[in-house]
T-cell receptor, first 112, second 112 residues
């Protein structure tokens, strides 16, 4: 089944404790992206990747890192999480950047 | 920059009522337009899309027409069901930005 998977689905952590949210797609898509969803703000892009080893900042990249060492994986790294990073995070992928994006199920993060 | 404006929610309708969710956009270039739906506890799913002016996207009884002259992409359904209860996001994509720009979402609740 074609899908985008994210892990974990739910995470509670404390300020400053490094964490990684994994994202994997099995559709051989070139383009991958991370978004955060906050009430009243919709979804905002954090980082995106056009292909392996090619990443770029989105609208709200501060406090996040990403890497794209393999085509299928695009992990989101929070080196030192803060409470303002409490949010619902979505990974998405598409065959090409201009084509329809497919979303993962989301990761709900709470930073205390 | 690009932006999407959606009508405020929540929208509460009785089953079989007519639905309209307004969406207008501002974009440079010629965007592709999308409606995504988010059911409770799930990720976003593409509902329909239109890639050029006057195109009509349709799926599951929902329709939206790309109106360049009014920069709009309103979502309509003739007869809603309880199972349509979800959050609906209007979004646009332009090649220059390499990302989806989302509206803030409109929550639809359909009651018996």
């Amino acid at each position: 089944e074609a899908q985008v998977t994210q892990n974990p689905r739910y995470l509670i952590t404390v300020t400053g404790k490094k964490l990684t949210v994994t994202c994997s797609q099995n559709m051989n898509h070139e383009y991958m992206s991370w978004y955060r969803q906050d009430p009243g703000l919709g979804l905002r892009q954090i980082y995106y990747s056009m292909n392996v080893e090619v990443t770029d900042k989105g609208d709200v990249p501060e406090g996040y890192k990403v890497s794209r060492k393999e085509k299928r994986n695009f992990p989101l790294i929070l080196e030192s999480p803060s409470p303002n990073q409490t949010s619902l995070y979505f990974c998405a992928s598409s065959r090409k950047r201009e084509e329809t994006q497919y979303f993962g199920p989301g990761t709900r993060l709470l930073v205390l | 920059g690009n932006s999407v404006t959606q009508m405020e929610g929540p929208v509460t309708l009785s089953e079989e009522a007519f639905l309209t969710i307004n969406c207008t956009y501002t974009a440079t270039g010629y965007p592709s337009l999308f409606w995504y739906v988010q059911y409770p506890g799930e990720g976003l799913q593409l509902l329909l899309k239109a890639t050029k002016a006057d195109d009509k996207g349709s799926n599951k009884g929902f329709e939206a027409t790309y109106r360049k002259e009014t920069t709009s992409f309103h979502l309509e359904k003739g007869s809603v069901q309880v199972s349509d209860s979800a959050v609906y996001f209007c979004a646009l994509f332009t090649g220059t930005a390499s990302k989806l720009t989302f509206g803030t979402g409109t929550r639809l609740q359909v009651t018996l």
